[in-house]
């Protein structure tokens, strides 16, 4: 295989190996109703994995040194604030990210 050749066919792979993995539930439960433990896990999930990612991105705020975790607590907020009043996934991310950003540099 030519070597300029070989990147094209890596993407190809992944892409469809990506294709199968997403259509496999699909493929799998059809037109059928979810069973109960997967619909169960639709509903926990999503709650459960979004607290376990905020434990760990403020885990190692030190509220002993200033800022005293001002700039991961104030975007934190923000992302709440937007969240609650906006319902914007990608409007509070966005927003929660510049604002860490902006009070790393400042603070």
């Known amino acids: 295989m030519p070597e300029s050749l070989y990147p094209v066919a ?3 792979v992944i892409a469809a190996v990506t294709y199968f993995l997403r259509a496999l539930p699909f493929l ?3 037109g059928r109703p979810l069973p109960k ?3 169960y ?3 926990t999930l999503p709650p459960a994995i979004m607290t376990v990612l ?11 040194r200033a800022p ?3 700039a991961e607590l104030a ?5 709440v604030l937007l969240q609650v009043y906006r319902s914007n996934m990608y409007l509070s991310i966005v927003a929660g990210t510049v604002c860490y950003m902006v009070l790393l540099r400042v603070l």
């Open 10 to 12: 890596v993407i190809a």
């Open 28 to 30: 799998l439960f059809g």
């Open 37 to 39: 433990i997967m619909q």
């Open 41 to 43: 896990l639709g509903r």
């Open 54 to 64: 905020v434990i760990y991105c403020l885990r190692d705020i030190d509220f002993t």
């Open 68 to 70: 005293f975790g001002l």
């Open 75 to 79: 975007a934190s907020a923000l992302v």
